[in-house]
């Protein structure tokens, strides 16, 4: 099985674990605490069962490191070549709070490179899809997918649309918007949660999105793989590419996530630097 035909299997897969979510929403689900004081619920780990039970079955030489089943030794994970990094529900306040920008997230990687990902919004069925040799798209509820692409540039009629979290900002993410709005003009700023901020990126719907402020692998790999199939890029604060090595910390560095072609990503990138040193 190649990798495309590989990924149209775990896109069903995640759709069954957002089937397997939606019994939960909005019904007053009881939240749990873990030791990272990150919540859970009885979603996630219905989601998480559902995925590795479905990887397991359709390829089990490839380990899984879920964000609900983590404490797998260092030593252990860097032996792997290809591994799943999965993140059953993300946005779990999100959900927790009623709202839909929940998702369900899981990406291949190789030698720390996504080679794919698919992020499945249970709440309306849609779905994106994608790696960076595979191309992109988004599919809608029992809809053939549509090819998605970044844009380069805002449209002419509109400002510079910079995606931020609902939750999550820091003292360096706003200096780096104060320089990008010296730098590009009047920032319009839109707010949504989870890895949906990736995916609007893909389908050209904005044009940056800039995250100075603590994640995890399994919160970006997916949609990463989406964003790189549609022409986009995730990248540190050094210029350099985003990987998910092995590492005893499965937290991210601070990253920007751009399209690849952008005639501002140099300026990006020096405003970023400015604020790393």
């Avoid at 219905?46 to 990887?55: E, F, K, N, S, V």
């Avoid at 449209?155 to 939750?167: H, K, L, Y």
């Avoid at 940056?208 to 995890?216: G, Q, V």
């Avoid at 604060?237 to 140099?266: C, I, T, V």
Wanted: glycine letters at 8%; a negative charge; proline letters at 6%.
């Amino acid at each position: 099985m190649n990798d495309l035909q590989l990924m149209r299997h775990v896109v069903k897969l995640a759709q069954l674990a957002g089937e397997a979510i939606l019994p939960f929403w909005r019904a007053g689900v009881a939240v749990t605490t873990k030791a990272d004081d990150s919540p859970v619920t009885a979603a996630d780990l219905a989601a998480h069962r559902i995925i590795a039970d479905g990887l397991q079955a359709l390829a089990p030489q490839i380990p899984v490191l879920s964000e609900e089943d983590c404490d797998i030794p260092l030593q252990t994970r860097a032996a792997w070549q290809r591994w799943w990094l999965v993140d059953p529900l993300d946005g779990t306040k999100e959900f927790i709070a009623g709202s839909e920008e929940f998702t369900v997230n899981i990406a291949l990687i190789e030698q720390g490179e996504v080679v794919f990902g698919v992020v499945a919004m249970p709440t309306n069925g849609r779905c994106y899809f994608g790696g960076r040799e595979l191309g992109a798209w988004r599919a809608e509820r029992d809809a053939e997918a549509q090819a998605i692409q970044v844009r380069n540039a805002p449209p002419q009629d509109g400002r510079f649309t910079v995606v931020a979290s609902r939750r999550h900002s820091s003292p360096e993410q706003e200096a780096l918007l104060a320089g990008l709005t010296s730098a590009v003009g009047e920032l319009e700023l839109a707010n949504i949660g989870s890895s949906l901020k990736f995916c609007l990126l893909a389908e050209g719907a904005a044009d940056c999105y800039p995250r100075l402020a603590p994640t995890s692998q399994w919160d970006t790999a997916a949609a990463q793989g989406v964003l790189e199939g549609a022409g986009g890029e995730v990248i540190g604060l050094d210029g350099q590419a985003f990987r998910y090595p092995p590492r005893e910390s499965l937290l991210n560095p601070f990253f920007l996530a751009l399209p690849k072609a952008a005639d501002w990503r140099q300026a990006l990138i020096e405003l970023a630097g400015a604020i790393r040193a």
